[in-house]
């Protein structure tokens, strides 16, 4: 692949990260999975490309292909975010333009990406400072990128709060401390509590979304829609089913002390855990 095409993609996704990071924090644990699967479709269609700047409807038609959005109903932040700052960088490399006709084309971009209005007045404000930033850097752009990558470290999740830290090291001296330690990064968890006791995906899924909303019961239908991406307007046995399975493995993975800390009568008040979890949990991502 040609040098100014790899750079375009270096650019794509410094600025894109450097936003999410910036403006939507709990999308930052998704972002490296997205730009996998959006990078690795844009090589391919780059790879037959001429010389020129690729085609302007590039990334929409990746977008689509990998179905990233679909209609103008996709709330999901990441991908727009993705194609919208690799059509802006483009744009910005094209030609001399000025700073009210690249924030009118970010506005047209993302919206023919599916953004939402809040989406698209946040991409309209930040990715011209940021676009000038990283392009700023061009001639050492690797280089570049390699030093803005090892300043934030960990999204952390704990004590009813999330937040970005440059190292859990002083986290870590208290681990046995908590009934959770949870590495997002990995696909399955091995319980110190209790011995060969593992919980997969969907029960940290379920604590994530319980931790996140700390103090406060969830209706179960926002539960099933949310974690376990089921719509519905009632709950059967088997929905009831589903969660208790999650809940348990969840009860004991901790050795028998998360249903202590949950809101009773769930399936008719809520499903949440109460403030006196708080102390009990560290969940980490690795954001570099």
């Known amino acids: ?44 269609i780059l790879d037959r490309t001429s010389e020129g700047w690729p085609e302007q409807n590039i990334a929409k038609n990746i977008v689509t292909e990998i179905s990233f959005a679909k209609e103008n109903a996709l709330d999901l932040v990441t ?4 194609a919208t700052t690799a059509e802006v960088i483009r744009e910005v490399n094209a030609g001399n333009t000025s700073l009210s006709e690249l924030e009118n084309f970010i506005g047209r971009t993302a919206a023919r990406f599916g953004a ?15 676009c000038k930033e990283v392009l700023s850097t061009k001639p050492g752009m690797d280089e570049a990128i390699v030093s803005a990558a090892s300043v934030i470290q960990y999204l952390i999740w704990t004590k009813g709060d999330s937040k970005v830290v440059k190292s859990i090291r002083e986290y870590e001296k208290h681990k046995a401390d908590y009934l959770f330690w949870i590495d997002l990064n990995e696909k399955s968890h091995m319980s110190e509590a209790a011995p060969n ?23 179960v239908t926002d539960v099933l829609r949310d974690v376990f991406h089921y719509d519905t307007t009632g709950i059967t046995d088997i929905e009831k089913n589903r969660i208790e399975q999650q809940i348990t493995k969840l009860h004991l993975f901790c050795g028998g002390q998360f249903r202590e800390h949950l809101f009773g009568e769930r399936f008719t008040k809520g499903l949440g855990l ?5 102390d009990k949990y560290f969940l980490f991502s690795r954001l570099r």
Do not use: C
């Open 79 to 82: 991908p727009i975010v993705l």
């Open 197 to 219: 006791r593992r919980i997969a995906p969907e029960a940290v899924a379920l604590l994530k979304y319980l931790v996140e909303n700390i103090g406060t019961p969830i209706p």
């Open 116 to 130: 939402r209005v809040e989406l698209t007045a946040s991409l309209v404000r930040s990715l011209p400072s940021l």
């Open 274 to 278: 109460k403030t006196s979890f708080a």
């Open 1 to 44: 692949m040609h040098h100014y095409k790899q750079l375009w993609l270096n650019a794509t996704r410094m600025v894109a990260k450097a936003f999410i990071e910036k403006n939507y924090l709990k999308e930052a644990p998704l972002f490296d999975a997205f730009w996998d699967a959006f990078s690795s479709r844009m090589h391919d």
